[in-house]
Structures are given as structure tokens and as C-alpha cells.
């Protein structure tokens, strides 16, 4: 537990600082709602890009334990084809009531949704519908105007 803790403080500031270094330019504001969504609805990719098939994810699964921690949980078709055809996975860790059951052993990854790719945000990639954080950018109205 106390090697944990340690590891999770030190990917904590790893995260702070990279979020500082690289994503200046935009913010998450918000607060989290707790509607599970995001543990629902992941998407992996592969060089090929996302996975598109249960063949492939379950290939990933045998060469990777680490999938195993995931089940398939739907498909995307989206209007604008960035995702169109992406499967979506649900973690086995998301309880019935959305809680997380390993909260305090959590991947990296989940301690540090909703991260900032601006890539993403410039392709127009917005949050979950009904979440409740939302990207903004850094910067005051007024500022603008200097
Ligand atoms: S989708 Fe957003 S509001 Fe819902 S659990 Fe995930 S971070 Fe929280
Ligand atoms: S480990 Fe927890 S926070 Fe991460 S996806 Fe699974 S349920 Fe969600």
C-alpha cells in the first residue's frame, strides 16, 4: 500500500507538471458528476487506428493481460467519421452505482481523466455527453483584446 502511495504521488506530479508543460493553452473546468460514463465508454487503438473488431481486441486481450480488464460495451458511428465504427469498452472495476471499485489503485490513465490533447480538442473531440467537466482555453476574455 505505502509503495502505492508513493508510485501514485509520483505520477500525480508527472501528470501536473506535464498538463502545465504541454496543455497551456486549454483547462478543464468542471466537477465530476460521478455517471460512470467515462469507464463505459473507452476507446483503444492500435497502429492501425481505433479497435474496430472484437477479433483484434481480443488478440490485444491474449498478448496483453491487461484488456482483460475490459469488455466490449458498444460501437460509435459518428456524423463527422473520426471514430465512425469504433468499438467502445466498459472496465469490469465500474461498479452498479459507478463507483470505481479500485479508486485507490486506479491506472494512471483514469487519475488523470479528463487529460488535454489539443490535437484532440482541435479535431473537435469534446467530452462525454453530460459530463460534467468541459475543455476551455486559458486565457481571460479581455486578455484578447490587449
Ligand atoms: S463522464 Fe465525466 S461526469 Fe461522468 S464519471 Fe466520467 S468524468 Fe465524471
Ligand atoms: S479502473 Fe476505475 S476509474 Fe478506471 S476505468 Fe475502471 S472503474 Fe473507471
Redesign the pocket.
Known amino acids: 500500500m505505502l509503495l502505492n502511495n508513493i508510485k501514485n504521488f509520483l505520477e500525480d506530479i508527472f501528470l501536473e507538471i506535464n498538463n502545465k508543460l504541454f496543455s497551456s493553452k486549454y483547462v478543464v473546468r468542471g466537477k465530476c458528476k460521478r455517471c460512470g460514463k467515462?469507464?463505459r465508454n473507452?476507446l483503444f487503438s492500435t497502429k492501425e487506428g481505433y479497435v474496430k473488431s472484437e477479433k483484434v481486441f481480443k488478440q490485444m486481450q491474449r498478448k496483453y493481460r491487461y484488456y482483460r480488464n475490459f469488455r466490449i460495451s458498444g460501437v460509435i458511428s459518428d456524423k463527422l467519421d473520426f471514430q465512425n465504427g469504433a468499438l467502445t469498452f466498459e472496465?469490469k472495476?465500474?461498479s452498479k452505482k459507478n463507483k470505481?471499485?479500485?479508486?485507490p489503485i486506479?491506472?494512471i490513465f483514469?487519475r488523470d481523466y479528463p487529460n488535454i490533447n489539443p490535437d484532440l480538442i482541435y479535431n473537435g473531440v469534446e467530452m462525454l455527453d453530460g459530463c460534467g467537466f468541459y475543455f476551455d482555453v486559458n486565457k481571460k476574455f479581455k486578455e484578447y483584446l490587449k
Open positions: 467515462c469507464c473507452i472496465c472495476f465500474i470505481c471499485l479500485i479508486y486506479r491506472p483514469c
